[in-house]
């Protein structure tokens, strides 16, 4: 298993099945001391990107949870999962968001700077379209995560919003980074400049926090589909 955190954290919050008759109805949550005999932490994962995140590897062998450990009631872990997901999936699409602006200003700059053929870059059409489309999708992603986080401050119901939310802005984070680096040509993937780890940090958020594809499932389901 790999946990975030993994080569320093000192408490393990451990997702297990208690009663696999009931499959998901019978998922619990434990708070695992990762000193405990039986638990092995490995070494700081290689990744693409996220550099400043540590991900290690994780082994339980024959680890004892005393009944203390359980995080509130048995049965209920796939519930307080789906809870905190929802908020998390909305700071994920914010920090998405975060992203693909900081792409887009370092795009835009350049644009403007970058001359050839006596005017700057960002007077041709197949440049100046790039940027348009960005700040078009930057700005609806940044409506619609206002929105959710307005919501969720209103103690709503976000399962839908905020799946929709991490499902935009994170694949609208990736088509940024991708456009930016493009307007910069052979700089944009040398490490002069900042839009090669931009383009390297979007990947993951398609993945980790709910994939894609389990988003759409998501927003699927809460359609009644």
């Known amino acids: ?102 792409a887009f200003d370092q795009a835009l700059g350049y644009a403007k700077s970058r001359t050839q053929f006596g005017q700057p870059i960002g007077k041709f059409q197949g440049v100046s379209f790039k940027l348009a489309d960005m700040a078009l999708e930057i700005e609806l992603a940044r409506v619609f995560i206002q929105k959710v986080a307005w919501m969720a401050d209103q103690k709503e119901k976000i399962a839908k919003e905020a799946a929709m939310a991490k499902l935009f802005a994170s694949e609208m984070a990736t088509r940024v980074a991708h456009r930016a680096l493009q307007i910069h040509g052979g700089y944009g993937f040398s490490k002069e400049y900042p839009l090669e780890r931009f383009y390297r940090d979007a990947r993951i958020f398609e993945i980790f926090q709910g994939t894609s594809e389990i988003n759409r499932v998501v927003i699927a389901g809460q359609l009644g589909l």
């Open 1 to 102: 298993m790999f946990v975030s955190n993994g080569p320093y954290c000192d408490l393990i919050t451990l997702v297990a099945s208690t009663d696999r008759e009931k499959r998901h109805k019978g998922i619990s949550l434990f708070l695992v001391d990762s000193h405990a005999r039986g638990v092995s932490r490995g070494a700081n994962l290689p990744r693409l990107g996220i550099m400043g995140a540590e991900t290690g590897s994780l082994t339980l062998d024959d680890v004892f949870v005393p009944d203390n450990a359980l995080l509130g009631e048995a049965g209920k872990g796939f519930y307080y999962l789906m809870e905190a997901l929802s908020m998390t999936r909305v700071a994920l699409a914010a920090a998405c968001l975060g992203l693909a602006q900081a």
